[in-house]
């Protein structure tokens, strides 16, 4: 199968740094996305990556090594409302560009 | 602003029931997917369409299945609802295309609860 594996619950202090880590298969690998779930809504894109390096977006980043099959989301500066579950999933190469999902990192920040 | 609509966000089913799920997108996406999600099993898919009366098998079609007579709109149908197929649906449309530009964007989704 095409594992995705990442922790399945996180948590951090408002204000501070956490990064949220990704492993995945590298055969067929086709590019990384990241997505925002907060409890009871829809996943909301956040990043996607697919060459080597660091993706920045404000407050998020996301980093890709296609090599070590890794990847990490990294938030900045904590607020209480990036409390929510973090899914990364992974394109391979397939008909219709699917996605195959981890388990998702349900991050929670304490004040 | 996209939006992807189910019709339903909470249903209560009899095993053995036929259930139908609905989803409709305004984007005018090529792509849509139907996933259900499960606490630590993440979103799994069960079917998807890149085409009007297209569909293609998931990881988990069994028990399930889709059809898509127009482009907006993506159904999900349980044949015989059982219990184990109680769980969050979510609903999915992408625009065809390099991965690049495949954002999957996602409706709010529908508890099934199987009775």
């Known amino acids: 199968g095409q594992n995705i594996d990442q922790p399945t619950e996180m948590t951090a202090t408002e204000g501070a740094i956490v990064q949220i880590n990704c492993t995945y298969q590298?055969?067929?690998?086709?590019?990384l996305f990241w997505y925002q779930q907060h409890a009871g809504e829809a996943p909301t894109f956040l990043s996607y990556n697919v060459l080597d390096g660091l993706e920045e977006k404000g407050r998020f980043s996301s980093f890709l090594s296609r090599s070590k099959g890794y990847s990490y989301l990294l938030l900045k500066e904590l607020q209480m409302k990036d409390s929510a579950s973090y899914l990364c999933?992974?394109?391979?190469?397939?008909?219709?560009?699917?996605?195959?999902f981890g388990g998702g990192t349900r991050l929670m920040v304490k004040p | 602003d996209v939006k992807v609509t189910q019709s339903s966000r909470y249903l209560v089913k009899r095993t053995g029931e036929k259930v139908f799920l609905e989803c409709v997108q305004d984007?005018?996406?090529?792509?849509m997917f139907w996933y259900r999600q499960d606490p630590g099993l993440g979103l799994r898919l069960i079917y998807f369409s890149y085409d009007v009366k297209m569909k293609e098998k998931g990881d988990i079609p069994e028990g399930y299945s889709v059809s898509r007579e127009k482009k907006e709109r993506f159904s999900l149908i349980l044949e015989s609802a059982s219990t184990n197929q109680t769980s969050m649906y979510l609903c999915a449309s992408s625009k065809q295309g390099t991965l690049a530009k495949n954002i999957q964007y996602f409706g709010a989704g529908t508890r099934l609860s199987v009775l």
């Open positions: 984007m005018d996406h090529e792509n």
């Open positions: 999933a992974v394109g391979f190469n397939n008909a219709g560009n699917m996605l195959t």
């Open positions: 590298t055969s067929g690998f086709n590019g």
